[in-house]
């Protein structure tokens, strides 16, 4: 997967989960956070998001898919990948679904 797919797939899946991505006048994504000890920083969207690679990112968007698209059949493949165990392929299901929720919600 290249790194340019992953950046774009990381900052849909971060929107859809209700966080605020910037883009800097370089054309570079990032986000702003808070830490537990309250202290703010800005991460570039490379360096901030792990959907690509973590299931304790995308174990969340997967639970969000579930909830607002319980029957939809997209999202099930997004559940088919989850059981081979397959980080990759649930992201880039997940981005597919989101794309596809994105642009379908409104109807």
């Known amino acids: 997967m290249e790194s340019k797919e992953i950046i774009e797939g990381n900052k849909l899946i971060a929107e859809f989960m209700g966080e605020v991505v910037h883009i800097n ?3 570079i994504y990032y986000v702003d956070y808070t830490t537990d000890d309250e ?3 800005t991460l570039t969207l490379e360096e901030w998001a792990k959907y690509h690679t973590s299931w304790d990112w995308l174990i969340p968007v997967v639970e969000k898919i579930r909830k607002v698209s319980p029957i939809i059949t997209r999202g099930w493949r997004v559940l088919d990948s989850i059981d081979n165990f397959d980080t990759i392929l649930t992201f880039k299901h997940s981005v597919e679904f989101i794309k596809w929720y994105n642009e379908n919600k409104n109807n």
């Open 25 to 27: 006048p370089n054309g």
């Open 39 to 41: 202290y703010n920083d």
